[in-house]
Nanobody, 115 residues
Framework: QVQLVESGGGLVQPGGSLRLSCAAS????????MSWYRQAPGKERELVAT???????NYADSVKGRFTISRDNAKNTVYLQMNSLKPEDTAVYYC?????????WGQGTQVTVSS
């Protein structure tokens, strides 16, 4: 079955960096667009970044210039490099793929930006 497993979250000071990873299995990874979402306490889940199968990338305005999404099809993994982190980036970050009309999610990884 489809599995998405995020890792790399943690506690970081403002201005710091983290790299999130999402290991995928159970489907042909290179055939699907991949996305990162986040959900802060008391807020709705929001799209952070998407990378298509052709490598086209889109970012939320709030992370442009600070976050970089990438994928390694040989490793079935999508990454989110997060630089210049701000307290408002604090959230649970989720990996997502739309497969056969079904939105698949990982369990999420917590990112906390605080001094």
């Amino acid at each position: 079955q489809v599995q998405l497993v995020e890792s790399g979250g943690g506690l970081v000071q403002p201005g710091g960096s983290l790299r999130l990873s999402c290991a995928a299995s159970g489907f042909i990874f290179s055939w699907y667009d991949m996305s990162w979402y986040r959900q802060a306490p008391g807020k709705e889940r929001e799209l952070v970044a998407t990378i298509t199968i052709s490598g086209r990338i889109n970012y939320a305005d709030s992370v442009k210039g600070r976050f970089t999404i990438s994928r390694d099809n040989a490793k079935n993994t999508v990454y989110l490099q997060m630089n210049s982190l701000k307290p408002e980036d604090t959230a649970v970050y989720y990996c997502n793929a739309l497969i056969g009309g079904r939105s698949e999610w990982g369990q999420g990884t917590q990112v906390t930006v605080s001094s």
